[in-house]
């Protein structure tokens, strides 16, 4: 069965501050990685999809990389402003088409 | 107007209670998908459908049923409520070959 870990739980960092939040899983054998977003007591918004074969997606200022070989994906995030506060969560869709989740990042940038 | 929409968005219950909760989509989408999302554990796959004939069970699909009324409708029971039902319901829809998951506002749930 696909784990999913996202290290760490917790992140708070001062404005304008670069960042990168991990996702790792232990299934190789992935079609896709997306990364989502999700406000407290909201629903999740997609931010970026990277299929198997890509290395990287670009969105303004995030930047996705994936690497299958390792099970391993970053989301890098510039310039953080406090609007960025939120859970961020990766998930992959595996073997079945089942997708799992990692248990998010709680990300606050302070002003 | 949003793309998936989910009813009721908070529902409170007693044990032992027949409940559904019910997903729409108008994102033309063929793929459905039903998730529970607990403090700590993250979000569970529960249900998911490929069109309207193909139901396929997830992770942690005991308690729950569902059915496929239509491409954009995707409803989720639980026959016999039981508290640690308690949950964050989120519906999601998704269209190959992308796949990219699109969720819903999630349904609050207590059962009492």
């Known amino acids: 069965k696909q784990e999913v870990t996202q290290i760490p739980a917790a992140l708070s960092v001062p404005e304008g501050e670069n960042l990168v939040l991990n996702c790792s899983f232990t299934?190789?054998?992935?079609?896709?990685l997306q990364w989502f977003r999700q406000d407290p007591g909201k629903g999740l918004t997609s931010l970026l999809l990277?299929?198997?074969?890509?290395r990287e997606q670009t969105s303004g200022r995030l930047n996705a990389s994936l690497d299958k070989s390792s099970g391993r994906s970053t989301l890098y995030i510039a310039a953080s402003q406090p609007g960025d506060s939120a859970t961020y969560l990766c998930?992959?869709?595996?073997?079945?088409?089942?997708?799992?989740f990692g248990t998010g990042t709680s990300l606050t940038v302070i002003p | 107007d949003a793309d998936v929409t989910q009813t009721p968005r908070n529902r409170i219950t007693k044990t032992g209670k027949r409940i559904m909760l019910e997903c729409s989509q108008t994102?033309?989408?063929?793929?459905m998908y039903w998730y529970r999302q607990d403090p700590g554990l993250g979000l569970r796959l529960i249900y998911y459908?490929?069109?309207?004939?193909?139901?396929n069970k997830g992770e942690i699909s005991d308690g729950y049923s569902v059915s496929r009324q239509a491409q954009a409708k995707f409803s989720l029971s639980l026959e016999s409520a039981i508290p640690n039902q308690t949950a964050l319901y989120f519906c999601?829809?998704?269209?190959?070959?992308?796949?990219?998951?699109?969720f819903g506002p999630g349904t609050r749930l207590t059962v009492l």
């Open positions: 990277i299929q198997s074969s890509q």
């Open positions: 999601a829809t998704s269209a190959p070959p992308a796949d990219e998951q699109f």
């Open positions: 299934d190789s054998a992935i079609y896709n």
């Open positions: 998930a992959v869709e595996s073997t079945g088409n089942q997708f799992y």
């Open positions: 994102k033309g989408h063929d793929r």
């Open positions: 459908s490929f069109d309207v004939k193909d139901i």
